[in-house]
């Protein structure tokens, strides 16, 4: 995935230089405050009013009509317009940015649920020397253009004689405006069109994916450059029989190839060995065998959501899309299928209905059971009720309480396999962080009490912050002759304690965990014991390095500080230079390879509302980043260089800092000349 990687400015000897990685006139022309109409995190919002009715942004595309000759030769009339619903020119020349689009033509099987194009072209491997049919754009066809903003396109494919024109068929489009040159970006359009030739009403329709459930993660969905951008687009294309990769061999038919892609790393044959991968245009190639899925892959309904369709995950078990993931079995053999071999999918729906009677069966919601989310688990709660003795100089104790969600019946703190409180500070920026083993807190059969052996520092100030994980080992049946032994956990508390403020203040929300889930679904930690963000920024601190658990043949430490950390988390196959952690039992962690599915400009993904501008609070403290070009970071450089990792992007920082501040604002503050959103703006 490529991202626009934005310019720098670099003051010196009273002079500006600007360097960017794109060519666009109009990002150094533009306006400081948004322009109406567009978001602050849109391109177009920084054009001059003189810029817009230039380039005259956006691309929609509307079907005018499709008629279907007596040469079978299909002729489609088509508006292309603006996002101000003003006609483009398709040449470029009126309106700048040629327009290309592009159309597939299928039919609907809904027996299948599959279709089956007519448009399509003979692909033959460079490498295997093998050909195979698949599904494309109709190719060699002829434009009229009748007016601006208008035209009809006639296929060069000529459906066959006998085509039922009783079934479904799509017309699908995708279209590109190429304004790379001129704005620094394309615009894309895609449009699906059901009709039936024979004039009737559409009744049966694929209606499987809602492609914004996609965009929950990849923000937006696009593919093959960018231009397809609908989940019903590819599958036209991406059908049971005309969608063979020659190269590899493998078939790249949505159900399965979907499921593989997202299953990556995990797949029993990339287990094996067998790489999951593609050949594309140019003998591109793409391997999927390091993708990590970033939740349960057994989470069907985080996909399988909001459209009709969405319960053929359950109801329409096929050898097809069960065996993408459970690719390790073989059906003409019956290897690793305990009921043996399968020539069809005739009696898949015998034994995998929809669910079962118990969890963990051969049923498919069963099959799919979470552990974490059994029903048989009682449901761990921690509360923390009060925090006393916190004065300077004091061990604070924690009066707190330990039930079961489903009864509310009480836990002795004994009983957990861990309990651990942790106690950090201040809310400011944390800049100490103390955990202790409350196992053993004192139990009077209702509540617990501990107090810590850390003392609070003479000088401590403000708010402090006392948080605690808690989990016990628990056995479910999940039809195995010893069961399933996993970790119950409890949601982590977080209280706020005045030190010496007069009122607790909470630490600063920049970002929430509702934004962490829609990717994550349960964002789940450290043994999945630690879920709350407020948790992680106590430990995961400025001053927090992994010198504890880094051999000391790999020393100098790296920083875990929150905003460094994550930010270098998710930037991973993006970054210039390498990111490892060493963890618990001093295993290394290396990010290098993650590939986050969204755009990294949109920092809105992932931050609270106005929390990523410039400048930071000034109670923020420096970064202790030893393995960066230097240290410590103050807290703005710390959050830009943890992506922009160049030591060019370091030398900036490195000039504009002085030892009592950071000069970031100046130029990316907000609303200034080179302000965050803007330089993110996409």
């Not at 073989?330 to 118990?358: K, L, M, V």
Request: with cysteine.
């Amino acid at each position: 995935m490529a991202f626009l990687h934005c310019g720098l400015a670099l003051l010196a000897s009273g002079s500006m230089l600007v360097t960017s990685h794109t060519s666009s006139p109009i990002r150094h022309l533009a306006r400081n405050a948004p322009a109406p109409g567009y978001s602050a995190q849109q391109l177009e919002a920084y054009l001059s009013p003189q810029q817009v009715q230039y380039i005259r942004p956006g691309l929609k595309i509307t079907i005018n009509s499709l008629t279907i000759p007596d040469d079978r030769r299909p002729l489609v009339d088509v508006s292309f317009v603006d996002d101000m619903d003003q006609p483009l020119d398709r040449a470029g020349r009126v309106t700048p940015g040629a327009i290309s689009i592009s159309f597939v033509l299928a039919y609907y099987n809904p027996a299948a649920r599959d279709y089956v194009a007519y448009t399509t072209r003979v692909q033959t491997s460079p490498i295997t020397g093998k050909s195979a049919t698949q599904a494309a754009a109709d190719s060699g066809g002829t434009w009229e253009d009748v007016g601006l903003g208008r035209a009809r396109y006639k296929f060069r494919t000529a459906l066959p004689a006998n085509f039922d024109r009783t079934k479904t068929h799509t017309l699908g489009i995708y279209a590109t405006r190429n304004l790379m040159s001129i704005l620094g970006k394309n615009y894309y359009a895609n449009v699906l069109y059901d009709f039936r030739p024979d004039g009737q009403a559409v009744t049966a329709k694929w209606e499987g994916f809602n492609t914004a459930t996609c965009n929950a993660c990849h923000d937006p969905l696009q593919a093959h450059g960018g231009s397809r951008r609908e989940v019903k687009l590819c599958v036209l294309c991406h059908n049971a029989t005309q969608a063979v990769d020659p190269d590899t061999g493998n078939d790249s038919e949505f159900r399965e190839m979907v499921h593989k892609i997202h299953m990556g790393r995990d797949l029993p044959s990339v287990r094996a060995g067998k790489p999951y991968k593609f050949i594309g245009f140019n003998q591109m190639v793409f391997d999927y065998s390091k993708v990590a899925y970033p939740q349960d892959i057994r989470n069907c309904t985080s996909c399988h959501q909001g459209t009709p369709e969405a319960h053929i995950w359950y109801t329409r078990p096929t050898r097809e899309a069960c065996g993408s993931c459970h690719d390790d079995i073989n059906w003409e053999t019956g290897a690793n299928h305990p009921a043996g071999p399968q020539t069809n999918d005739r009696a898949c729906a015998s034994c995998h209905i929809p669910q079962g009677e118990a969890e963990f069966d051969a049923s498919i919601k069963g099959a799919h059971t979470i552990p974490t989310k059994s029903a048989q688990l009682r449901g761990l709660k921690m509360e923390i009720l009060s925090v006393t003795n916190a004065a300077p100089g004091q061990k604070p104790t924690v009066t707190f309480r330990l039930t079961n969600i489903k009864d509310g019946s009480v836990v002795a703190p004994s009983s957990l396999a861990s309990l651990n409180l942790h106690l950090g500070g201040p809310t400011s920026d944390y800049a100490t962080y103390v955990t202790e083993s409350a196992r053993g807190a004192s139990f009077n059969g209702d509540t617990a009490v501990y107090t810590f052996n850390y003392a609070l520092p003479a000088d401590a100030k403000g708010t402090w912050t006392v948080t605690a994980d808690a989990y016990r080992n628990v056995t479910i049946d999940n039809r195995t002759p010893t069961g399933l032994t996993l970790r119950e956990a409890a949601q982590n508390p977080v209280y706020y304690v005045a030190v010496r403020d007069r009122q607790p203040q909470p630490r600063r929300t920049v970002v929430e965990l509702t934004d962490c889930n829609k990717c994550h679904d349960v964002l789940s930690l450290h043994g999945g014991q630690r879920f709350k963000i407020e948790e992680c920024v106590v430990c995961h601190n400025p001053n927090k390095d992994d010198r504890g658990r880094r051999p000391a043949d790999k020393m100098p430490p790296e920083s875990v500080d929150m905003r460094y950390m994550i930010h270098k988390i998710h930037r991973g196959e993006e970054l210039t230079r390498e990111y490892t952690v060493y963890g618990f039992g001093n295993v290394a962690h290396n990010y290098n390879e993650v590939r986050y599915p969204g755009d990294l400009r949109n920092c809105m993904a992932c931050h609270a509302a106005g929390t990523y501008q410039l400048p930071l609070p000034s109670t923020l403290l420096p970064v202790q980043t030893p393995r960066d070009y230097y240290s410590p970071l103050r807290p703005e450089s710390a959050a830009c260089l943890s992506c922009h990792d160049t030591a060019y992007a370091a030398a900036h920082a490195y000039v504009n800092t002085a030892p009592f501040a950071e000069a970031c604002a100046a130029c990316h503050g907000n609303n200034a000349e080179f302000s965050v959103d803007k330089v993110h703006a996409r």
